[in-house]
């Protein structure tokens, strides 16, 4: 196969406008189609040289394999390596747990299974915080590459002219997918190989019309498929439901490129133009440096950097690429560096070397003694650490009806816990008082929810708060709420902030008049940067208050209706974290007076610190 300076040139119209859309750089807010402008050349690059070697009676499944290893191995163990370096400096033990996670599912090429069930949405903010979050299209394309090589010989052995409708079947139906999917379940549309194998396949598509007819340059063809690309670039965004028939327009330039340009046409010249070879050329390990990049950047400094930083850092990704082909990828590609049986051998080491890497961070609770935390509280990171909710059965995190914790045969009292991720954090220590002391516990924890009408647009808090208006509250001696309001400050506008609180209140005194002792916990604090992240970096004096929604007017009217009910108590939640502080919102860092963590995040709490709040609430009386 002859090689083609225009599709280095169109790599570097994919990888730049996704390290610039992850860099937030204005005007780029289609830049996360270069994700798909790389399968469709992946899937053409590839199915040309299969096809060749097919032809030729010389096709081996092994040598395609050792190829993939050559080109994907190297710079990616590499990046890991480095990354992991910088994670045992920057990330607290939580994050760099997940870390570890996100290190064994990329060794094993199952990322985008990794991020799809850690409930990460690609286009989230908080993605930018994720080191290893784009390994996900890694994964796709290795487990394209697992079926799509067998399947492809297994075609052409039935006769080669069937291969080309079948591959075209096979994409269609994975467009339809796509399309179907992106209204049903975007996650999985967005991460999973089905919605994502027609991309691969029109780049497949695209060398099985070149394999039997030389390519036909044609100038029109060529530019209306760079003017798809650059067009899908710069008016795509994110809102759009992706892939699904919107990622047509790139994939479709993609492939007219593919197939008519070249030196004859002003897009093949243009593409082929020597900074954008320069650029394609290095793209693999420029995509693989810039996400760490960013990430480290983002947690170091405990807030997105500033365009002219992200720009310097998006630059760097691109020079540390160039290193990387020149220092690693190249010499590995090589066969006379390394030969194909030592390669097998060291793949499977690497890899391996790599996977147990990812679950010793998993199973030590990432790192959590590590000597760079020596100069915190000797048990500090024990308190964050840990999960704040049982590791196993039912999901904690979303109990749309009330779920049974703790079932002693006759209890002693029972008692129910209703909220939010905030109430989530006294899980474990309600938990442990409840098993002491022989009591029944429930839980109806639906994270982001607040069971009122600004729930509406969510189903699964919708389905939630229809649950708790059914509910039988008089079979609860004591139920405990806890909600995240703080967030009313900067999101809702006033009537609707004043009918959330209106709906809450409403709640509170429906479970009273049932029956059971009530326990408002007043929303407690926000921070103002991550406390862990702070205390790890020496910077545990910059962090203060954020929001301190309790002392809302709005929230001092809901306490004054709901106080004076009968059988309900109100815990201001706020005074009793900054007690376990500096004793004043003025001075709370989210940390006691020894270094300790109270905060495990901005908002969420350590164990220590939420075990204090339950031993608040059961030292009450009538608790």
């Not at 908080?126 to 590459?145: G, I, K």
């Not at 269609?172 to 967005?190: C, H, K, M, Q, W």
């Not at 009968?566 to 006691?592: E, K, N, S």
């Amino acid at each position: 196969m002859r090689y083609r300076a225009e599709i280095d040139g169109l790599r570097a119209f994919a990888v730049l406008p996704v390290i610039l859309f992850h860099a937030k750089i204005a005007g780029f807010s289609g830049g996360f189609v270069g994700v798909d402008i790389f399968f469709v050349i992946s899937g053409y690059l590839i199915t040309r040289i299969l096809t060749g070697e097919m032809a030729e009676g010389r096709y081996s499944l092994m040598r395609f394999y050792e190829r993939r290893a050559r080109r994907i191995l190297p710079a990616l163990v590499a990046m890991i390596a480095v990354s992991t370096v910088a994670a045992w400096y920057i990330l607290p033990p939580l994050e760099m747990q997940w870390y570890g996670q996100s290190v064994l599912a990329t060794a094993l090429f199952v990322a985008n299974f990794y991020f799809l069930f850690r409930g990460k949405d690609y286009f989230a903010g908080q993605t930018s915080e994720y080191p290893l979050l784009h390994t996900w299209t890694l994964a796709v394309e290795e487990q394209f590459y697992i079926f799509f090589p067998i399947l492809l010989w297994l075609i052409w052995r039935s006769g080669p002219r069937r291969v080309f409708w079948i591959i075209a079947a096979i994409s269609g139906l994975s467009l339809a997918t796509a399309e179907v999917l992106s209204r049903i379940d975007p996650g999985v549309n967005f991460y999973l190989l089905p919605s994502r194998a027609w991309e691969l396949g029109a780049g497949a598509l695209c060398a099985l019309i070149h394999h039997r007819a030389p390519q036909r340059e044609n100038g029109a063809l060529a530019a209306a498929g760079l003017v798809l690309v650059v067009g899908s670039i710069l008016l795509l965004h994110e809102g759009l439901r992706f892939p699904s028939l919107w990622a047509v327009p790139p994939v479709l330039g993609t492939a007219l490129i593919l197939l008519y340009a070249g030196p004859s046409t002003l897009a093949g010249r243009f593409l082929a133009l020597r900074p954008f070879v320069w650029v394609g050329l290095a793209s693999y390990s420029a995509y693989l440096w810039h996400q760490p990049l960013f990430a480290f950047t983002h947690v170091r400094l405990g807030h997105y950097p500033e365009p002219a930083v992200m720009l310097g850092l998006a630059a760097l990704s691109v020079f540390l690429g160039w290193v990387s082909l020149h220092l690693i990828e190249a010499p590995f590609r090589r066969r006379g560096t390394v030969s194909s049986a030592r390669l097998v051998a060291l793949s499977g080491g690497v890899l391996t070397a790599v996977a147990g890497l990812g679950l010793a961070l998993h199973l030590s609770l990432g790192a959590a003694g590590r000597p760079a935390a020596s100069h915190l509280p000797a048990d500090y990171y024990a308190s964050v650490a840990k999960p704040n909710f049982p590791s196993h059965g039912t999901d904690w995190q979303s109990c749309t009806a009330l779920c049974r914790l703790v079932d002693p045969p006759d209890p002693v009292l029972r008692v129910a816990l209703v909220g939010d991720s905030h109430a989530q954090d006294l899980i474990l220590p309600l938990q442990a008082m409840a098993r002491a002391q022989g009591w029944r516990l429930d839980l109806a924890i639906n994270t982001g929810c607040r069971y009122t009408r600004l729930d509406g647009a969510r189903e699964d808090c919708a389905r939630a708060q229809a649950a708790l208006a059914e509910a039988d509250w008089g079979a609860y001696d004591h139920v405990l709420l806890l909600n995240r309001f703080s967030g009313l400050y900067e999101q809702e506008e006033p009537k609707r902030r004043a009918g959330a609180l209106f709906d809450y209140a409403d709640l509170v005194r429906g479970i009273a008049e049932a029956g059971p002792q009530v326990t408002v916990f007043a929303p407690r604090p926000t921070l103002d940067a991550d406390p862990v992240r702070s205390a790890l970096a020496g910077q545990i004096e910059r962090i203060g208050v954020a929001t301190d929604f309790a002392a809302h007017p709005d929230w001092a009217r809901t306490v004054a209706e709901v106080a004076h009910l009968p059988g309900v108590q109100v815990i201001d939640q706020a005074g009793a974290l900054y007690a376990m502080g500096c004793g004043d919102r003025a001075c709370f860092t989210g940390h006691d007076a020894a270094g300790n963590a109270i905060f495990r995040d901005p908002s969420h709490l350590g164990q220590p610190a939420a075990a204090q709040l339950v031993a608040d609430w059961a030292a009450l009386p009538g608790s």
